[in-house]
Structure formats: structure tokens, C-alpha cells
């Protein structure tokens, strides 16, 4: 059971460095700049996910909004990032299927009544206990 996660963390990159010389080998020195590209746009991407954070959660708190949903998109954004820092084309797949599936909003927010009313229902109950 435990060589089920070190086979995982092992074979990942295994993976990732024998994709990358076989590409190499059909695009030639064209893998480098894309490699370089790739790392510029990771480091980016977690800059701005880390420098928006602040900017998100302010505007989270001032539309009335969980403030959740503004941590979860910039958490997402700093996971592509890092996952197209690492070198690597399966790795620059799934970063670029981070960034363009769309996240659903997990956390909705209140609903805030606007006259203060609440509508309900209600029952008498009498001493015992037991419905009128």
C-alpha cells in the first residue's frame, strides 16, 4: 500500500522527461524556448495569483459574496502556475485545463431580506405539548 504513492511521485516525472525527449526529438531546440516560455508564464501566473489574492477578497467582502470564491480562483490560478513552472508537457496540459474549465462557485451567498420580514409557518402547541 505504500508503494502505490512512491510509484505516483516517481512516475510522474518519469513520465514528464519521456514525453519531453521524445518531442525534442521530432520539433528539435523549439522544446527549449517552449520550456522557457512555459516558465515565464507559470512564474506570472502565481505573481498575479498571489498579488490579486488581497484585491479579490476586498472585492468578495464589498459585493456581499463568500469570500471563498475569490480564494479558490486565485488558489487556482497559483496551481497552474506551479504546474507550468514545472517542466514539462503533460504537466503544461493540465495547467492550461485548470485555467480554462470554468469554476463553479461552490459557496453561494445569503440571501439578505429586504424588508426584515421573514416568512414561515407555525403551529400552536398547548401544554402537553401536543397540536391544538
Do not use: C, K
Amino acid at each position: 500500500m505504500r508503494l502505490l504513492p512512491i510509484l505516483i511521485l516517481l512516475g510522474f516525472p518519469a513520465l514528464e522527461i519521456y514525453f519531453l525527449v521524445r518531442i525534442a526529438h521530432e520539433i528539435g531546440w523549439w522544446t527549449a524556448v517552449w520550456l522557457l516560455t512555459s516558465a515565464v508564464i507559470g512564474a506570472a501566473l502565481v505573481r498575479e495569483g498571489g498579488m490579486g489574492l488581497p484585491a479579490r477578497l476586498v472585492t468578495a467582502l464589498q459585493q456581499g459574496e463568500p469570500v471563498l470564491n475569490g480564494l479558490m480562483e486565485s488558489g487556482r490560478t497559483v496551481i497552474a502556475g506551479l504546474l507550468f513552472i514545472f517542466p514539462g508537457i503533460i504537466s503544461d496540459i493540465m495547467a492550461v485545463a485548470i485555467l480554462l474549465l470554468p469554476l463553479r462557485t461552490p459557496f453561494a451567498a445569503h440571501p439578505v431580506a429586504s424588508d426584515g420580514v421573514i416568512n414561515g409557518e407555525f403551529r400552536r402547541i398547548n401544554e402537553n405539548g401536543l397540536p391544538r
